[in-house]
């Protein structure tokens, strides 16, 4: 049976994004194998996204993106406007079938709030479950609003409340895995590449001081806050805005003091084939984690584009790299070098491709999904 199922992308960036935009990459692989599928999309969105689908729900032209760096009382009506119109949308039509929400927070209290009028929906948690506890202590979506973590290890850190709620884990998937296993590995460079949006948690500056440390080259690829270039980040110099976001103060403390051009280099955001051949010509991604990864998208990048991934054990790693055959992982910071230096020998890049094709193409994400979809329906009745 043809469902309709209305995705929620959110405000803040256009489906596919433009380089950075782990969320919205994501959203963009599973529409089209839904669409396979025989469901229907509409998709909550803002106006410049280009994503094909069945219907597109926008009240923005463009991204809001760059609202996120604006005082609370300036910015926080970006993503209630959002929601109103979908939230009209729903009370005006009766052919959505079932939500599927990936807006933190905002969009789980939305739904929960609508009542038992509203279609069932899905809530998939991209981020920290630490973060918002009072919601997520208490939540209560009744028998209609679920929600589904990114990785069993997310869910496993979850408050009780949200655990009650949930109908399991799918892991991410990209595109770069779709008969990754009938591609021929690339030659490999000598630099290790870090790519994702750069702040603590992901751990830059330990990668940095290791390069310079052990003698290898690195690589850092992704944005500083909302700046995507290097010359964007220092056009914004002496802005005080920038220099109140976390992300830039982190970027300028810990990070900056190591990036000499040479042994270590800062890229910025990188999209496309620019991204596939700096991350398959490398000798391995790393991982430097210094939080609980929940989801991992540079994770299963990497390992469809042939290259080894290392790194700390935390968070998801260790469900999406299996220890020895697609990467290394290990528990003490000081050892990454070392892994490093073995993965050229100990990891096959062809079984990288071979797992990823198997494990992380967005056919394999979608039918996890449309099951998940089925089962929130019946739950709700």
Known sequence: MSLTVLINAGPWLPVPPNGYGGIENII??????LRRLDV?????????????VDERLAIFPDGQFQSLQRPYNQSCGVVQ???????????????????HDHVEAAGLATLAALGPDAPPALHTLHWDLAKHPELYGSFDGGNRVRVNGVSASQLARAPEALREHSVGHVHLATPLATDADRRR???KGGHVVVLGRINAGKGQDLAARLAHRAGF??????PVGPYRQP???????????????????????????HVDGARVRWIG???????????ASARASLFPLRWAEPGGTAVVESLALGTPAVGLAKGCLPELIDHGDTGLLTDDEEELPDLILAAATRIDPRRCLSTAADRFTPAVMARAYLDLYEHVRKLAV
Not at 40 to 52: I, K
Not at 81 to 89: I, N, Q, S, T, W
Not at 269 to 279: C, I, K
């Open 269 to 279: 955001t990188v999209a496309g084939r620019e991204r596939d051949d700096l991350v």
């Open 217 to 222: 080259d690195l690589v850092l690829a992704g």
């Open 81 to 99: 406007a959002h929601l109103h119109a979908v939230v009209r949308a729903l009370r005006e039509r009766d052919d959505i079938d079932l939500v």
């Open 40 to 52: 229907r999309v509409v998709l909550a969105t803002v106006g410049s996204s280009e994503l094909p």
């Open 28 to 33: 963009a692989a599973l529409v089209p194998e």
């Open 185 to 187: 590995p690339a030659d």
């Open 231 to 257: 010359a964007d980040l220092a056009a914004a110099e002496g802005d005080p805005v920038a220099g109140a976001n976390p992300d830039v103060q982190f970027w300028r403390e810990h990070v900056a003091p």
